[in-house]
């Protein structure tokens, strides 16, 4: 099975700040690739797909970017509302699917 | 607007079973994959089983693989997940969420709310 491993597993940060998490395949997963966003008692929330498409409705201060086995989630200016805990997923392979462990975004 | 809501969740002993379920509306439900995700806790995400559109292909993670069984009703749009032989490490909030095209393999998006499922003696 393909390991996702994400990094840090918790930040922090203050509003305004520049923000990048890590996810590293085991293996190449080309760009099938997608990032969620989930906060306390919710559902995930998907932000970005196929590694750095833009998901309708989320706003464009996150950005997705890499392929193979390295990628970045990048928050460009963090706002109040962005402190969650945010997961990557890949999508590549047909029999099984594995999330990263998360990355909790504090205030700082 | 997509609304997926689970249903079925609850408090079991070990070793018992439950059947969880998840009502799908405002889409083709029937044009979809569809997975079970489940979250135990104060932990992460576990992708637990998907099933095809037509309810021909169904893969299970290692964990619950012979315990667990995925299946969907496409006239009353509607996915189930049958919990057998269940464990403490089977506690979590179960999520359904829909994939972006018929065989499951695309991005997983909505999901559902989710349904609580504690397994304690």
């Known amino acids: 099975d393909i390991q996702l491993t994400q990094s840090p597993s918790t930040l922090s940060a203050s509003v305004g700040d520049r923000v990048t998490i890590t996810c590293r395949a085991s293996?190449?997963?080309?760009?099938?690739l997608a990032w969620y966003q989930q906060k306390p008692g919710k559902a995930p929330n998907l932000l970005i797909y196929?590694?750095?498409s833009l998901q309708s409705g989320v706003p464009s201060r996150f950005s997705g970017s890499g392929s193979g086995t390295e990628f970045t989630l990048t928050i460009s200016s963090l706002q109040p509302d962005d402190f969650a805990t945010y997961f990557c997923?890949?999508?590549?392979?047909?029999?099984?699917?594995?999330f990263g462990q998360g990355t909790k975004v504090e205030i700082k | 607007q997509v609304q997926l809501v689970e249903s079925g969740g609850g408090v079991v002993q070990p070793g018992g079973s439950l059947r969880l379920s998840c009502v799908a509306s405002?889409?083709?439900?029937?044009?979809?994959?569809m997975h079970w995700v489940r979250q135990a806790p104060g932990r992460g995400l576990e992708w637990v089983a998907v099933?095809?559109?037509?309810?021909?292909?169904?893969y299970y993670a290692d964990s619950v693989k012979g315990r667990f069984t995925i299946s969907r009703d496409n006239s009353m749009d509607t996915l189930d997940l049958q919990m057998n032989s269940l464990r403490p490490e089977d506690t979590a909030m179960y999520y359904c969420?829909?994939?972006?095209?018929?065989?499951?393999?695309?991005?997983?998006?909505?999901w559902g709310q989710g349904t609580l499922v504690i397994v304690s003696s």
């Open positions: 196929k590694a750095s």
């Open positions: 997923r890949q999508y590549n392979s047909d029999s099984s699917w594995t």
């Open positions: 969420a829909k994939t972006w095209d018929s065989s499951g393999f695309s991005v997983a998006d909505p």
């Open positions: 293996q190449s997963i080309s760009s099938w």
């Open positions: 099933i095809s559109d037509d309810g021909s292909h169904k």
């Open positions: 405002e889409f083709t439900f029937r044009h979809y994959g």
